[in-house]
């Protein structure tokens, strides 16, 4: 069966809402029709007839759809008392009626977590009572809860909130905010719904009769629920403004997700349980409150080489407060979660920009190769680009670079304020035998990779650039209590003074390292290696360690004197070949299994990355012959990103936005051609608005 939605239309609602049976059929394809833009399946609703209550205050009546109730993707119970969860003016995500308007206040005391008292809050008894409190109880964490009685200074809460075992009272100078009250409404887009009522109210300047005003409606958890539905192809559609998933996928093989533009709900894509033989391509995933992708299966299950390919998954968990439900647990704020697996997923040419927390979680059987993750830790502290939570995880050909780690709201731990702990990727609590090759790790606040009591990792071949602070992580890579691990071929660059180019041990048990090539942009710094508080330079290292005989320093003939940048980087995330001429000016620095040599020209194969450096009148070799691409998968596939990333600022890396919500994506009608079918026995449905509310009472 087709159904094909017409183009430039935006139905609002749920497709296959119901249980198994009363489902739509496998065999399905959901597809636009006509010309002009994607057709749109939203879980919103438009919200009109509003009236002035003066003050720039204005109320509309809701009327709530499905009578107000819900059906979850594969349970036709009916879930009553919904709501409206959010608000969108335009387009826009607003903000729910908030104290302080921007910014925290912060925590005093605690005697418990459901309590805490603030200095900074003189307003009079019963102010903020029946006010959700948000509140960031740790650096990896932001909590809500519901405030039950409020006293002068005083907060307490209906519930506990959870510390992830940082103890039984909740932490001094922590931040936080209190929203979801109508006497906070006093600032342009800010709104309260009142649930008995279904009433809604607007601080507005603008007459909000003359915007388009949309209400996230929590009965519509997912756009399309595709539940025990085998063959099912979603392509070519836009969906947005669901409460739980844009898209859902339980125990349905052979599912195809293509050219999907989706943005604002919790979760972008979602597949729950065994679903074999998953194929996601060309997708945008943007501007998810919780997660952009998530997958999850049991350990046993076979993937069947299931692949999400050539996708972009944007600003995933930025709203701070706004991604993890009340006392909930688990891995949120992310771009990309997979979990499970007996048999591997393959994630490729991905193109990840923008997480609250970790960019990518890697928690089950996954090969992550050839993606570029970008920005991660933008409303968090502590987390990674990439988090290795899984057992002989394949991290190859990737870029990582720019973690930032959030530090608003960050208060203090034992009396004392905690670092920036934003590392490109890291690996730790037994996830063994990771082969972390090929990849291009820079600009990162704290170390490039950190291993953690792990066994048996690879790291090879990789480039290291400018990763690292002072304060915590002053080295490219760190490895804690690991053992087994083989540290070769890789370039470590470093410019900043107070951060080395080189590693951190605290055990050489079965630690292999050899041809790596350790260079400072800074000549006097000539620290490369830390064992616990002894620090070495090469030399020293070598005898120290009885290993890395083949590794180098800085080639010679370095300008050091000249102006910056002295060592840059070049990346090239796409699948062409890119061509370099090697001026008289610059050398390419290779690790040491390769001769730094005057190229001519050099080639930049698809997913790699090169490290060149100013050098002095030394006139240096011309390299012979032409250097192999080291990647052992060559692509196969159009390229996915459009922006390749400046690295000649390096440490930039201040989040571009406090609200990520103003650039909305502009997608055009990705298809050329309507599709055709080999089969005479296809029922085709054609669909626009005023024909939906039939064919979802048909299936």
Same mark, same amino acid.
């Given at each position: ?14 497709? #296959? ?60 119970s ?23 308007n921007s ?14 008292a ?11 009572d ?9 650096s ?8 039950? &009685? ?13 510390n992830?075992?940082?103890?039984? &009272?909740?932490?001094p ?24 009522? +279904? ?12 915007? =388009? ?21 979603v ?29 604002y ?18 997708s ?17 299950f ?37 979990n ?39 409303? $968090?502290n ?35 304020? =905690? ?25 990162? +606040? ?22 690292g ?9 760190s ?11 890789? !370039?470590?660059?470093?410019? +900043?003074?107070?951060?080395?180019a ?5 055990? $050489?048990?079965? !630690? ?30 070598? &005898? ?7 590794? !180098? ?58 490290v ?12 012979? #012959? ?30 571009q936005?406090?609200?990520?919500? &103003? ?34 009472? =048909?299936?």
């Amino acid at each position: 069966m087709v159904v094909r939605l017409n183009s430039g239309d935006t139905f609002r609602g749920q497709f #296959g809402r119901t249980t198994q049976g009363m489902n739509f059929k496998s065999n399905i394809t959901f597809e636009p029709y006509g010309s002009g833009n994607n057709p749109v399946i939203a879980g919103s609703i438009i919200i009109s007839g509003w009236s002035s209550l003066g003050s720039n205050i204005w109320e509309a009546t809701v009327t709530l759809p499905e009578g107000g109730n819900s059906r979850e993707c594969g349970n036709n119970s009916p879930q009553p008392n919904q709501w409206i969860d959010q608000l969108f003016i335009n387009g826009q995500i607003q903000t729910l009626a908030r104290f302080p308007n921007s910014g925290y206040l912060n925590v005093t005391s605690s005697t418990g977590n459901n309590n805490f008292a603030s200095s900074q809050l003189t307003q009079a008894n019963g102010f903020f009572d029946g006010a959700n409190v948000r509140i960031r109880t740790f650096s990896w964490q932001w909590q809500k809860g519901i405030v039950s &009685t409020y006293t002068v200074g005083n907060v307490q809460l209906t519930g506990t909130l959870q510390n992830d075992g940082q103890g039984n &009272t909740l932490l001094p100078d922590w931040g936080f905010f209190f929203d979801n009250k109508e006497s906070f409404l006093d600032q342009q887009g800010e709104w309260f719904y009142n649930n008995i009522t +279904q009433k809604i109210k607007l601080y507005s300047t603008i007459d909000p009769n003359t915007l =388009l005003i949309e209400g996230l409606y929590s009965g519509y958890l997912t756009s399309i629920c595709i539940f025990f539905n085998n063959n099912v192809t979603v392509r070519d559609i836009s969906v947005k403004h669901q409460y739980q998933s844009g898209i859902q996928v339980w125990l349905s093989n052979n599912v195809r997700i293509e050219n999907i533009v989706q943005q604002y709900s919790y979760v972008g894509l979602e597949v729950l349980w065994d679903s074999e033989n998953l194929f996601v391509d060309n997708s945008q995933f943007s501007y998810n409150l919780n997660t952009g992708i998530k997958t999850n299966v049991d350990d046993i299950f076979d993937w069947k080489g299931s692949k999400i390919q050539n996708s972009h998954v944007t600003e995933s968990g930025t709203f701070p407060g706004l991604g993890r439900p009340a006392y909930a647990t688990g891995t949120y704020n992310v771009g990309i979660r997979g979990n499970g697996g007996a048999t591997p997923i393959t994630f490729l040419y991905n193109y990840v920009n923008g997480t609250g927390r970790d960019g990518i979680s890697l928690d089950g059987n996954i090969i992550f190769r050839n993606n570029f993750v970008t920005r991660a830790c933008l409303t $968090l502290n502590d987390c990674s680009g990439i988090v290795f939570n899984a057992q002989n995880l394949i991290v190859d050909g990737n870029f990582i670079s720019d973690t930032y780690g959030n530090m608003e709201g960050s208060g203090l731990y034992n009396g004392q304020p =905690l670092p920036r702990m934003s590392w490109g990727m890291r690996s730790h609590l037994g996830n063994n035998g990771a082969s972390i090759i090929n990849n291009v790790v820079y600009n990162n +606040q704290a170390e490039g990779i950190l291993v953690e009591s792990t066994t048996g990792h690879t790291i090879s071949n990789n480039i290291f650039f400018n990763n690292g602070n002072s304060a915590r992580g002053k080295r490219q890579v760190s490895l804690e209590s690991s053992t087994g691990t083989t540290v070769t071929g890789n !370039v470590f660059i470093s410019l +900043q003074n107070g951060v080395y180019a080189g590693i951190y041990l605290n055990t $050489l048990t079965s !630690v292999t390292m050899n041809n790596n090539r350790y260079c400072h942009s800074n000549s006097s710094v000539t620290i490369i290696g830390e064992f616990n508080s002894n620090t070495y330079d090469l030399s020293q290292w070598k &005898t120290f360690t009885s290993q890395e005989s083949g590794s !180098v320093g800085c080639p010679s003939g370095l300008d050091f004197a000249a102006s910056s940048p002295i060592i840059s980087l070049l990346t090239n995330p796409s699948l062409s070949i890119n061509q370099y001429p090697q001026s008289s000016t610059y050398l390419r620095m290779y690790n040491s299994t390769i001769s730094t040599c005057q190229d001519n020209t050099f080639s930049l194969y698809p997913y790699t990355g090169a490290v060149i450096a100013k050098k002095d009148s030394l006139v240096l070799p011309t390299c012979v #012959g032409t250097t192999s691409n080291p990647q052992t998968n060559n692509p196969q596939t159009s390229n996915p990103q459009t922006n390749t990333p400046q690295t000649n600022n390096p440490q930039t890396n201040t989040p571009q936005t406090n609200n990520p919500q &103003t650039n909305t994506p502009q997608t055009n009608n990705p298809q050329t051609s309507t599709p055709t079918t080999s089969s005479s026995n296809i029922i085709e449905f054609y669909l626009s608005t005023i024909l939906l509310f039939a064919f979802l009472h =048909l299936y």
